[in-house]
C-alpha cells in the first residue's frame, strides 16, 4: 500500500509545470520552404545551423565544423558513411546556407538537410532536418 506522502509526492510532479522540447545542442534547420508548402519553381531551400560552424570543404574532418547538404528524395547514407555524389545530392561546399531549385518534377518531394564535414560525412550528433513539399505543375 502507498504510503500518503508517497502519493503527494507523486501528484505534485506528475503536475508539474510542463517543459517545452529542448532545441538539439547542434543541428541544421530548413528555413525555407515550410514543411506542406506548395513551391514553383524555382525556390528556394534556406538553412539555418546552431551549434557548428558553417565553412567551405576543405576534405578537412574538424571537429564541430562541415557544410551543408541537401538529399532530394533519397534515404540519408548509414552512420558514418560519406554523403555521396548523385543528382538527387547537393553539397553546398562553397559554405553557402541556400540553394535555389531550378529543375524538380511536379508532385510531392521530401527534402533532408545534413551537416557534414569536409570528407563529405556528417556530423555525429548533429541533427539533420526535414520537409516535404509539392511542386505545383
Do not use: N, Y
Amino acid at each position: 500500500m502507498l504510503r500518503p506522502a508517497l502519493v503527494t509526492s507523486f501528484v505534485l510532479v506528475a503536475c508539474g509545470p510542463s517543459r517545452a522540447p529542448s532545441t538539439p545542442a547542434r543541428g541544421v534547420r530548413i528555413v525555407e520552404p515550410a514543411e506542406a508548402a506548395t513551391v514553383t519553381l524555382p525556390f528556394t531551400v534556406r538553412l539555418e545551423a546552431t551549434g557548428v560552424r558553417i565553412v567551405p570543404a576543405d576534405g578537412q574532418r574538424t571537429p564541430g565544423e562541415g557544410h551543408h547538404h541537401l538529399l532530394f528524395d533519397v534515404a540519408p547514407t548509414p552512420g558514418g558513411a560519406a554523403i555521396p555524389k548523385g543528382d538527387q545530392v547537393v553539397h553546398l561546399g562553397s559554405g553557402a546556407a541556400d540553394f535555389r531549385v531550378e529543375t524538380l518534377a511536379p508532385g510531392a518531394h521530401r527534402i533532408i538537410a545534413i551537416v557534414a564535414d569536409g570528407a563529405h560525412i556528417p556530423l555525429e550528433g548533429t541533427a539533420s532536418d526535414t520537409v516535404d513539399v509539392t511542386v505545383a505543375r
